[in-house]
């Protein structure tokens, strides 16, 4: 694997541990939580609320070596 391929791959794997962060609750926490007879949305729950219009990530590749140095 080159360089510039393996700094990529990490910022995808960065990307998809926050897509994990960003998912609403599951029905069984929110359950949990507020109690049986609230009726609450499971996005409540969740503490992070990104979107990937309005707020960015800022995640970089890691330092790559430049194809034309060789």
């Known amino acids: 694997m080159t360089s510039t391929k393996k700094g990529r791959y990490q910022k995808k794997i960065k990307l ?3 897509n994990k962060r960003t998912r609403w ?4 926490v929110v359950l949990k939580k507020m ?13 992070i ?3 990937w ?5 800022k995640i970089k590749p890691r ?6 140095l060789g």
């Open 16 to 18: 998809s541990k926050q």
């Open 25 to 28: 609750a599951p029905v069984w």
């Open 35 to 47: 109690g049986k007879g609230k009726k609450v949305h499971p996005s409540a729950v969740t503490h």
């Open 49 to 51: 609320k990104r979107h």
């Open 53 to 57: 219009r309005r707020t960015k990530l």
């Open 63 to 68: 330092r790559m070596n430049k194809n034309y």
